[in-house]
């Protein structure tokens, strides 16, 4: 059985990218096929190109065939979310009235709450109960055309909590459409009991679980929160290569509240990424553009906080590789909607609506290390694609803040149809 997406106004394949992400004017390069088709089989893409060539195609083909009629929409690839925090329990809505009054991120943290806050909740939640919450926020990614999200640790902050969030992740990855890739991040907050003696508990990272998680195959990077009273810079670097040494590849929370230097760290450790970089140097994305370091921008975080959204356009323009991501956590970016992410890297970062869709596929795809599978539309490449009731791409950055996706197709099978994720999804096995 193959399945045929039909004569989509256009067909953005993002193609021609798989080896090295798009930076500077390549951003703009997003291949548009207006009349497009799209056929899949075995949950592989077999063909893009004109519908006019896709009869022909088919024909050959001599199979049984579902036809998804994409007149008068586009056709994407499904969009992915670099940079997560989803496996966690509880909520933090009590902060948002706080930072209303004037309390800053940093400040609530400080006083226990914020990550401590998330900590406490996911330590004490039983594994069924993280497994609950994080696939009802799997199945709104979904409905918002996000088919693979990468997921971080660092609510547990200490071996055997760690762990169970990794756990949790593996366990949905293997159990629900989206695909989950995993980050180790135990270094995402130091716990109150070594406040005074934070090399201690680097120490336990580096140490203790650092080489377990590697071990146990259950991450494929490493994160730290480099920032004022978080991580310096000099833990935040023992970290990121204790963790390429055990095998896992170099992520960083860098320049979100204070210019630390962690661009230029980034930089020096050969990171896959750099994320948030709302405060980062000249010379911090000098070096990142030098070294090919992709920029994770997260627009959703900034306006959450109220701050001022990284400087997008000086990295494109100095030649870094961007990408964007929900930041999806409960304290700065509680939304799932990845769409409205980049209506707000249009609207706050002013990044073109092409940009902003080569961000969120093959440059997102390029930020997991997953660019030989996912994130454009290319004959080899996995059936995933979202069907947006748009009539030009420019338009899902012009009728913002609104759901456009019609249809997501996963791995070759639909998940979402006119909007809704199918009950199969929601309830699997039938409940
Ligand atoms: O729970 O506040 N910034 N980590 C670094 C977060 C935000 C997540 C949180
Ligand atoms: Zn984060």
Redesign the pocket.
Known sequence: MALYVKNASQVITVAGASDKPKKGAEMEEIGVIENGSVICKEGGIVFVGSDKDAQKFLKALDEEIETIDAAGKIVTPGLIDPHT?IVFAGSREHELEMRLQGATYMEIYQKGG??HF?TKKTQEASEERLLLETRQRLNRFLQYGVTTVEAKSGYGLDLRHELKQLEVAKKLQETHPVDLVSTFMGA?AIPSKYQENSDEYVRLVIEEMIPVVAERGLADFCDV?CEEGVFTIEQSRRILEAGIKAGLKPKI?AD?IVSLGGAELAAEVGAISADHLLKASQRGIEELAKKGVIAVLLPGTAFFLMEKPADARKMIESGVPVALSTDR????SPTESLPFIMNLACLTMKMTPAEVLSACTINAAHAIDKASEIGSLEKGKKADLVIFDAPNYQFLQYNYAVNLVNTVIKNGKVVVKEGMVLDEVIAPGGS
């Open positions: 925090h914020g990550i998330t995402h929160f929370h979100e956590n409960p304290g700065s």
